[in-house]
């Protein structure tokens, strides 16, 4: 095979999964999306114990999200329309002594009104969602965290697809 073809054949290789991302019809709920809130939720003792802390997760998801061209809401502007989109990250840590170890579940979502066409109301529904759950030993936990920032990048990825259509 020549050398220009094969490196035709790999680009588009390369493309197929972003173009296929592109299309995804259940990133349809995402359109129209300008900024989002980030909330985190109450963290167990197991998992400050391990490490995790709410404004190191704070920091990190909006960092990831700020990276990639996202706007953050404020609490100010959250306080003003309730029907802001809220990414809300949840992570739950619980920790077995036998073993040593931790089981980490983390799951980020988004919340965003939605029109519920039968009942003729508005309500807040989860319309995009990510998650795990691993064991980790103590050494691994930073591993969780960056799976947390992952999640995020996932997020944001899917956020910026949706709007190019």
Same mark, same amino acid.
């Given at each position: 095979m020549r050398p220009r073809a094969a490196l035709s054949l790999l680009l588009l290789g390369a493309?197929?999964?972003?173009? $296929?991302?592109?299309?995804?019809?259940?990133? +349809?709920?995402? @359109?129209?999306?300008? %900024?989002v809130a980030v909330q985190i939720d109450k963290l167990g003792p197991d998992a400050e114990e391990s490490g995790f802390?709410?404004?190191?997760?704070?920091? $990190?998801?909006?960092g990831r999200l700020?990276? +990639?061209?996202? @706007?953050?809401?404020? %609490?100010?502007?959250?306080?003003?329309?309730?029907?802001?989109?809220?990414?809300?990250?949840?992570?739950t840590?619980?920790?077995?002594?036998?073993?040593?170890?931790?089981?980490?579940?983390?799951?980020?979502?988004?919340?965003?009104?939605?029109?519920?066409k039968d009942l003729e109301m508005a309500t807040m529904a989860i319309t995009w969602s990510k998650g795990y759950l691993i064991t980790a030993t103590p050494e691994k936990?930073?591993?969780?965290?960056r799976d947390i920032e992952d999640m995020a990048d996932s997020f944001a990825a899917d956020l910026l697809a949706a709007r190019k259509k």
């Amino acid at each position: 095979m020549r050398p220009r073809a094969a490196l035709s054949l790999l680009l588009l290789g390369a493309l197929i999964p972003s173009v $296929a991302r592109a299309q995804d019809p259940s990133l +349809a709920s995402l @359109r129209g999306i300008v %900024a989002v809130a980030v909330q985190i939720d109450k963290l167990g003792p197991d998992a400050e114990e391990s490490g995790f802390d709410q404004p190191s997760l704070q920091t $990190a998801v909006e960092g990831r999200l700020r990276k +990639a061209g996202i @706007r953050i809401y404020s %609490a100010q502007e959250l306080k003003k329309d309730a029907r802001s989109p809220i990414l809300h990250l949840k992570v739950t840590v619980h920790r077995d002594y036998s073993y040593r170890t931790y089981g980490i579940h983390a799951l980020l979502s988004l919340s965003q009104t939605v029109y519920v066409k039968d009942l003729e109301m508005a309500t807040m529904a989860i319309t995009w969602s990510k998650g795990y759950l691993i064991t980790a030993t103590p050494e691994k936990v930073a591993d969780a965290k960056r799976d947390i920032e992952d999640m995020a990048d996932s997020f944001a990825a899917d956020l910026l697809a949706a709007r190019k259509k």
